[in-house]
């Protein structure tokens, strides 16, 4: 086993977001919040991380609380977000359960996220280009769960979402599902 993993800079092209977005574990350097357009929910477990995204520049509402068990109602956001943010987060399947409830069907839900071998501490750093920005942003995780496109794929499909694009690259991976 590694002790540290560093990947290159990888590159990640953002779409156009607009409708009703909850970005999950949204804070930190707050990317999404900071090139998505439209009603952006940002939900972090964390406040000082909330704090720091709003220090970006990410603009929404901030909400602090665990994507575990949120408190939204069902089918109340048109898309669903999530940047770099599972490989922080301890029991996916959780999160990905509630990202189904609170997505309207027809929604869409957007992953990006690191493919992670075992380590004990896991850096990788993203340029993420939208239609006005870039922004590069650096990640890094102490005592990581290893992670692949494959496991989180199979979770999402697990609580009902359908996969509609998927990207494999040797460092990250983009999951595009729907709610059917
Ligand atoms: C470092 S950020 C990831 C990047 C962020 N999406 C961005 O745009 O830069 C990961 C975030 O997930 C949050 N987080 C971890 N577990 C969580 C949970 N169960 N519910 C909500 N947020 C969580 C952390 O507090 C952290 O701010």
């Not at 590694?2 to 409708?19: A, D, F, I």
């Not at 999950?24 to 009603?39: D, K, S």
């Amino acid at each position: 086993m590694k002790l540290v993993v560093k990947t290159p800079w990888v590159e990640v092209k953002l779409p156009q977001l607009s409708g009703r977005i909850l970005d999950v574990g949204g804070g930190g350097e707050g990317v999404i919040g900071r090139t998505a357009r439209g009603e952006i929910y940002i939900l972090d477990i964390s406040e000082k991380e909330l704090e720091e995204a709003k220090s970006r520049g990410a603009k929404g509402e901030f909400i602090k609380g665990d994507a575990r068990k949120m408190e939204f109602p069902d089918e109340y956001f048109d898309t669903v977000t999530s940047f770099f943010s599972l490989m922080y987060m301890r029991d996916s399947r959780k999160v990905l359960k509630e990202c189904y409830r609170v997505l309207r069907k027809g929604g869409k839900m957007l992953i990006w996220d690191a493919v992670i071998p075992r380590c004990l501490i896991y850096n990788i750093n993203v340029i993420a280009r939208s239609e006005n920005e870039v922004i590069k942003a650096k990640y890094a995780v102490v005592f990581p769960a290893p992670q692949t496109c494959e496991q989180i794929e199979n979770l999402a499909k697990s609580v009902g979402f359908e996969v509609v694009r998927k990207e494999r690259h040797e460092h990250w991976f983009y999951l595009e599902l729907s709610k059917v």
